[in-house]
């Protein structure tokens, strides 16, 4: 059976410098009927879990540290048994949120996980934060690029620990040596593609 992508969109609260923004998040899962990885964990893991159905969850990987995309992370591990995959750059945004609580394995450029017959690999991409990171599935055509790369541009970059010179330049590098049709799969929002973004990212 071939892997499949599903979505599950959870909405809650951003909160940034003191002030909240309700916000939709996109739960991204790669699988089949037996075994599903979790791309972000927002707001609440119950949504998610019922996502799930019962499927063996192979691992809990998140695109980077800010609180709409790790908040229910705890609550999923526990649920499910899977182990929580972070990249430690963001570590200082994962402690705003989990003081008490820490991620299981780093997350790197490169690694590489495999799930239903499909493998995704880890690219690096700084700049949204400096611990940003996008998973790229050769075989499904697709990347997973949290808040890195959206459909009309890069992610924001006026927030602490941001940078938009370096998004730019993860974005350049790591995304778009990626094939045109590649399609980008995204924290929030829509669907786009890699040629469509070339023509908005200067």
Same mark, same amino acid.
């Given at each position: 059976? =071939?892997? %499949?992508?599903? /979505?599950?969109?959870?909405?809650?609260? !951003?909160?940034?410098?003191?002030?909240?923004?309700?916000?939709?998040?996109?739960?991204?899962?790669?699988?089949?009927?037996?075994?599903?990885?979790?791309?972000?964990?927002?707001?609440?893991?119950?949504?998610?879990?019922?996502?799930?159905? +019962? /499927?063996?969850?192979?691992?809990?990987?998140?695109?980077?540290?800010?609180?709409?995309?790790? =908040?229910?992370?705890?609550?999923?591990?526990?649920?499910? +048994?899977?182990?929580?995959?972070?990249?430690?750059? #963001?570590?200082?945004?994962? #402690?705003?949120?989990?003081? #008490?609580?820490?991620?299981?394995?780093?997350?790197?450029?490169?690694?590489?996980?495999?799930?239903?017959?499909?493998?995704? =690999?880890?690219?690096? =991409?700084?700049?949204? &934060?400096?611990? &940003?990171?996008?998973?790229?599935?050769? #075989?499904?055509?697709?990347? !997973?690029?949290?808040?890195?790369?959206?459909?009309?541009?890069?992610?924001?970059?006026?927030?602490? !620990? &941001?940078?938009?010179?370096?998004i730019l330049r993860s974005i350049r590098s790591e995304l778009f040596s990626?094939?045109?049709?590649?399609?980008?799969?995204?924290?929030?929002?829509?669907?786009?593609?890699?040629?469509?973004?070339? %023509?908005?990212?200067?």
């Open positions: 059976m =071939t892997a %499949r992508i599903d /979505r599950v969109v959870v909405s809650g609260v !951003f909160s940034l410098d003191g002030q909240d923004f309700d916000v939709d998040n996109n739960v991204w899962l790669v699988g089949d009927d037996d075994e599903v990885l979790v791309i972000d964990t927002p707001h609440d893991a119950a949504p998610i879990v019922e996502a799930i159905g +019962g /499927r063996r969850v192979t691992a809990i990987v998140l695109t980077h540290g800010h609180n709409d995309h790790i =908040t229910a992370a705890p609550a999923l591990r526990e649920a499910t +048994g899977a182990p929580i995959w972070f990249h430690p750059a #963001d570590r200082m945004l994962w #402690d705003m949120t989990h003081a #008490d609580a820490a991620p299981d394995h780093d997350l790197a450029a490169g690694t590489r996980f495999t799930v239903a017959g499909t493998t995704l =690999t880890a690219l690096h =991409t700084p700049g949204h &934060s400096p611990g &940003s990171t996008c998973l790229y599935a050769a #075989d499904l055509t697709t990347v !997973f690029t949290g808040d890195t790369l959206f459909c009309g541009g890069p992610g924001a970059t006026g927030r602490s !620990f &941001s940078d938009h010179p370096t990626l094939h045109g049709d590649t399609v980008v799969r995204t924290g929030h929002g829509d669907d786009t593609t890699i040629a469509a973004e070339l %023509r908005t990212v200067r």
